[in-house]
């Protein structure tokens, strides 16, 4: 299965930009989607923004505008820049990784996050 490793995370004050990073290791052969989830103290994990094979990006209400995911095939590697950050995009980051194959979801991976504390 594969296994995840984000980095990243930090404080910084409303406003500022914060890079997140997500290290992939021993992928399997089968179709990835990548996504971004975070959780709040005391709120579900919610889901942040996603970005297919085909690089097609998807996000959150909450965010567009201001996040950007990528990702780099060849490094195996996932990243979240975000900007004008919010107190409210407060959270831990968490790093999931589908693997598809024929159209069905096989597994699902997540890292162990990374936090991110915007102040105001």
């Known amino acids: 299965q594969v296994q995840l490793a984000e980095s990243g995370g930090g404080s910084v004050q409303a406003g500022g930009s914060l890079r997140l990073s997500c290290a992939a290791s021993r992928f399997t052969s089968c179709e990835y989607v990548m996504s971004w989830y975070r959780q709040a103290p005391g709120k579900e994990r919610d889901f942040v923004s996603s970005?297919?094979?085909?690089?097609?990006?998807r996000y959150a209400d909450s965010v567009k505008g201001r996040f950007t995911i990528s990702q780099d095939n060849a490094k195996k590697s996932l990243f979240l820049q975000m900007n004008r950050l919010k107190p409210e995009d407060t959270a831990m980051y968490y790093c999931?990784?589908?693997?598809?194959?024929?159209?069905?979801?096989?597994?699902?991976?997540w890292g162990q996050g990374t936090q991110v504390t915007v102040s105001s």
């Open positions: 970005i297919n094979a085909g690089g097609w990006p």
């Open positions: 999931k990784a589908d693997c598809y194959s024929g159209g069905h979801l096989l597994t699902s991976s």
